[in-house]
Each structure stands twice: as C-alpha cells, then as structure tokens.
C-alpha cells in the first residue's frame, strides 16, 4: 500500500500545476480545448498511448497503457459553470464578470484520476503485475452529455471495472444514487405580424412556449412525487410590438430511474402538441441529452470503503480550517440549519464541530436519489462502477456557486484531490491483484442489470450538438 501513495505524493506537485491551470482556463463544456490538452499531454508523456477526439467527440481523449485484463477505466472530468467565475478569496470577486469558473471542482476531478492511473501504472510495473489502466478524459458533464455521447460511441463497452470520484464536503464512499435526466429544447415556429396593427395575421411562438410552461405546471401535479420539471426559456422574441416568430424553451426531466423519465418526458411532448394545436404554431425538439441514475455496485464499494480507511482524510493545517471557517461565514443561515437536521448530521453530531471534513464518513445513502444528474450514471449501466466523495470545500458549501470555486482553487481543494487520487489508486491496485472481486462484482452487476440492460438515451442516427447548448 505505502508504495503507491508514495507514488502519488512523488507527482503531487505536478498534479497541483495541472489542477490549477484547469482552473485558470475555467472552460465550458465541449470547448475544454486547453483543458483537455494539458492532462492529455501530460499522459502522453508518462507512457501513455492516447487517442484525442475520441469517438469523434471533440476535447474527449482516452489515454491507456499495459496489457491484457483486467481493463481498469477512471473517469475524469474538466468543465467549468457558466456565471461563477471567482478569485481565490473570501469575499464575491469575480475573475470575469459573468464568466465560467468551477463551481464543482472539475478541476480537481480529472486531475486526481489522472494522477491514480500514473500511479497505478508505475505500481503494475514495480509490482510486475498484469493489467491495462485508461484514464478517460471526459468533457461536458455539467450538460450530461460527454459520457453520454462516449458511451453512445462504444468506449466503456471493454472496461472491467470503472472508477472515479467527485469533490464535495465528506470523505466518503458514495452510495446514493443520481437522478435520471432527459435534457431537450422544443423550438415553436409562428408568424411575425404587427402586434398592434394586424395581430390577427400573427401566430405567437412565445405563446406557444408559455402555453407549453403553463401545461407543464399542471403535469408536475400528476407524476411522481420524486421527478422535476424545470426550464427556462432561451429565446422569446425581440421586441414587444412584433409577434415573435421564433420561441424556444429549454427543459429538464429528472426522475429516479430512466424508464420514469422517459414515461414523462413523452406527456411533456404531448403537452407541446397541445400548445402549438392552441396556436397555429408548429415545433420542433432539438433533443441535447439523456443520462441514467446512477447503478450502485456494493462489491466495489466495499473495496473501495477499506482503501479509503486505510488512506485517511485529507491533512488539512490551520491555515485550511481558518480559510473554511471564514468562508463558510458567507453560507445562508437557513441553509446550513437545514443541513444540520439531516441524517448524517442526525447520526453524526460531531460533523457539526468541523469546518472541514476531517475524518470519514461511512458509505450512506443506499438506496436514495440526490436531486441532480450525473452522467456516470450511463457508464455504471455499462460496467460495475465505483465513485468517492473527498472534501475539498468547507462544509455546508453551496454547489455551483462561487464559494465552492474559490475552495476549488486552494489547498483545501488540492489536498482532497490528493487523497482521492491515492484512494483511486489503491482501489485500482486492490481490484488488480484480486481479480476474484472484480468476477463478484460482475456478478453483482449482471443480476441487476439483467432485465434493464443500457439502451444510449442519445440516438445512434442523430448529429452530437456540440455547439447547440449555449445557442
């Protein structure tokens, strides 16, 4: 064990460099050029055979090394958030005013799974041990779309086992599952016309999407009590006087399993028939995405949860708490009392006297669905998958806000993302040389899975929209 965590604080300097330029150049999703490119150099140069553009996806790249099986895959991500843009300080002060900036710790995400698979290179070969390691550099996960459209390509379909992790305010193994996405704008087309002169020869766009929102209202009365429906709406018009000709409204279906999505998301299109019958319009969907929950495997869990003991939490010093103490003073009161009445503050109470995380958590949350979506949840349909949570922001942080932005690029962050890589590592090398848990947790995989195997929720026939999320 020592050997490769002393395998991952040898390139911890170099993995705080990387970190940390990811987070100058604080990209959205699909235009990570430099950010994709700095991990995928930086691969290239330590032996790895890396394939840019992969799958014809634009900044997604795979970088692997070794042979033969078991075929090890971490995950990695990159881009930033619109509008939350943040100087490493303890007050609002935005880098750029209006501008990306990582609300969610992609830059430390990527860079810690990178920082596993080097590590767990160099341990394969001390060790003369088999196997192949990939590190799949992974745009756009806060569209759900980039594992998406790399699974829709076939990239995970080989992978023995994936591994991966996320920033947040606990150490701990993850549980919970995510929400199930379908991600879609539905564009209406009218007739332009006077609005006050001859109105009666216009046919309203914008009608037609706020008679859509109106019907949408009523379907969240009647789905289940665990999906949302949300929206905004992406272009209505130009100027009052003129009926817009040309109305779009961007919506997300969530729900905690695919099948209800999909359930769902069908009456939505139904309710836009019904706006555009209301109106004269006519519509189209412009369909961005889909995701699937997230599949829990408890065999890796479980190996997982015992590397994660045996590394500990991440070595925060005085200056750290002090940064959080104060940072965490800009948190909304409200907010924060509602997480002290939740259940791991319930049955945890001495959470309440960290400012850091400081000790782990055990794995919680089986069998419940956070709110959000993440798109490992397609790749845990393809392949048993295992995910840690680090601290890398104080707790009680708001996620996507400029609070967690500014954690994400200071120590606090940086000695999370560390501990993380070592866990990944570990994990990595636990699975490596006792291939009778990767065979279990197959097994565990294909009984759940063995009436619901993945179908990509993005069609095989259609274009990827690399540029239509932010038009």
Not at 94 to 120: D, F, I, K, Q, Y
Not at 165 to 192: D, E, Y
Not at 196 to 217: I, T, W, Y
Not at 446 to 458: A, L
Request: proline fraction near 6%; hydrophobic fraction near 40%; charged fraction near 20%.
């Amino acid at each position: 064990m020592a050997d490769i965590l002393r395998l991952v604080e040898d390139n911890a300097p170099e993995l705080v460099r990387i970190a940390d330029a990811i987070w100058d150049y604080a990209e959205l999703g699909f235009r990570e050029i430099q950010s994709a490119k700095i991990q995928a150099d930086y691969l290239e140069a330590q032996g790895f055979a890396v394939t840019r553009d992969a799958g014809g996806i634009p900044t997604a790249f795979v970088a692997e090394w070794g042979e033969g099986r078991p075929y090890i895959g971490f995950l990695g991500e990159y881009d930033a958030l619109a509008g939350v843009s943040q100087e490493v300080l303890l007050e609002r002060k935005p880098r750029e005013m209006g501008g990306p900036g990582h609300g969610c710790g992609h830059n430390l995400l990527g860079t810690a799974s990178m920082g596993a698979v080097v590590a767990l290179k160099q341990a394969l070969i001390e060790n003369n041990l088999p196997g192949t390691v990939r590190y799949y550099g992974c745009p756009a996960e806060e569209l759900l779309a980039g594992k998406v459209y790399m699974a829709r390509e076939g990239l995970f379909s080989d992978l023995d086992i994936a591994i991966t992790w996320h920033p947040g305010s606990m150490n701990t193994v993850r549980l919970s599952s995510g929400t199930a996405l379908n991600s879609a704008k539905f564009q209406f087309f009218g007739k332009t016309a006077h609005a006050a002169g001859d109105p009666h020869n216009g046919r309203s766009a914008l009608d037609a999407v706020e008679l859509m929102n109106v019907g949408a209202n009523y379907l969240r009365e009647h789905v289940i009590k665990d999906a949302t429906i949300h929206y905004v709406i992406t272009s209505g018009g130009g100027q009052p006087n003129v009926v817009p000709a040309f109305a779009e409204v961007w919506y997300f279906v969530r729900a905690p399993r695919r099948h209800q999505v999909e359930a769902i998301y069908e009456r939505l299109v139904n309710v836009a028939k019904g706006a555009a019958l209301m109106t004269g319009t006519t519509f189209e969907i412009d369909f961005l995405t889909g995701c699937y929950d997230v599949l829990l495997n408890e065999v890796l869990a479980d190996v997982m949860w015992r590397c994660l003991q045996k590394v500990g939490p991440p070595a925060f010093d005085d200056k750290d708490v002090e940064f959080g103490r104060r940072l965490a003073q800009t948190f909304d009161e409200s907010q924060m009392e509602s997480l002290y009445n939740s259940p791991n503050f319930m049955e945890f109470p001495d959470l309440r006297q960290q400012v850091i995380h400081t000790s782990l958590l055990p794995p919680r949350g089986r069998g419940r669905s956070g709110g959000g979506s993440t798109d490992v949840g397609d790749v845990s349909w393809i392949v048993p998958t295992v995910q840690i949570s680090a601290a890398t922001v104080p707790i009680g942080c708001p996620g996507h806000s400029w609070q967690y932005c500014a954690s994400s690029g200071s120590s606090i962050g940086h000695k999370g993302m560390l501990m993380a890589a070592k866990t990944m590592a570990l994990c990595g090398l636990e699975l490596v040389k006792h291939p009778e848990l990767v065979q279990k947790a197959w097994e565990e995989f294909r009984e759940k899975t063995k009436d619901s195997p993945y179908t990509c929720p993005f069609p095989k026939d259609k274009e990827f929209p690399f540029d239509r999320f932010f038009t």
